[in-house]
């Protein structure tokens, strides 16, 4: 396994544009998470899928994104009529299910940069 | 979910020690600590994790507190490569998803 996979990893995008990312989590990973990062700041949590199941969204996902895992493995981010203030690094990281000596620790990839102009 | 804090920014000489501190005040007995670390335009990366006893990998150290609301990473040796934005978080060991980042700790190692 190759790791968490992220593509593209650079996008720039006109201002209202729709834009979609690929995430490809390592495949015995049940769990994938989407987080959003800004320049100086840490990691956003964003959304997180439980196979197929999306199970929590913040409250920064505004109605303009909405993220898919189809059939529980690779997992899509799309934004809508994009603004400049979504420009950001957006991280996927996949794990395990936290069960029993398993803390679930992530592994991420290496990110889409996002640069809305 | 319980939050972390840790220093915005902290210096080391290469070759020598490093400890990096991080509060969590409000962990829960579920929760196990994290850290992981960020090299520029990179995702964070694994560095260790422990519950309650002291953990060693070979990239560092976690010692963890007795009573567990505060915990520290150790570099032995600080190279320049280890150079990062290191971040705390913790994971809870139940049915629980994310977890919460910090700002986290620039470390700057000086030649």
């Known amino acids: 396994d190759t790791g968490v996979s992220q593509n593209p990893r650079h996008k720039i995008t006109k201002r209202g544009q729709n834009v979609t990312f690929r995430c490809d989590p390592i495949s015995e990973h049940n769990r994938l998470y989407w987080y959003r990062q800004t320049l100086g700041q840490g990691p956003e949590f964003l959304t997180y899928f439980q196979n197929e199941a999306q199970l929590e969204k913040s409250r920064l996902l505004s109605d303009r994104f909405s993220a898919e895992r189809p059939k529980g493995s690779f997992s899509t981010l799309e934004i809508q009529r994009t603004e400049q203030g979504d420009s950001a690094m957006y991280l996927c990281?996949?794990?395990?299910?936290?069960?029993?000596?398993?803390?679930?620790?992530?592994?991420f990839g290496s990110g889409t940069r996002l640069t809305v102009v | 979910d319980a939050k972390t804090t840790q220093p915005n920014s902290m210096e080391s000489n290469e070759e020598e020690p490093v400890h990096l501190p991080c509060n969590h005040s409000?962990?829960?007995?579920?929760?196990?600590i994290h850290w992981y670390r960020q090299l520029p335009s990179q995702g964070p990366e694994y560095v260790i994790h422990g519950l309650t006893s002291n953990v060693n990998n070979r990239m560092a150290s976690l010692a963890i507190a007795e009573d567990r609301k505060s915990s520290t990473l150790i570099l032995h040796r600080a190279t320049l490569r280890d150079a990062a934005v290191y971040y705390c978080i913790l994971r809870p060991n139940t049915n629980a998803g994310k977890s919460t980042f910090g700002d986290g700790t620039t470390l700057t190692v000086k030649p």
């Open positions: 409000t962990i829960s007995g579920t929760d196990y």
């Open positions: 990281a996949s794990s395990p299910v936290p069960v029993g000596t398993s803390s679930g620790g992530y592994t």
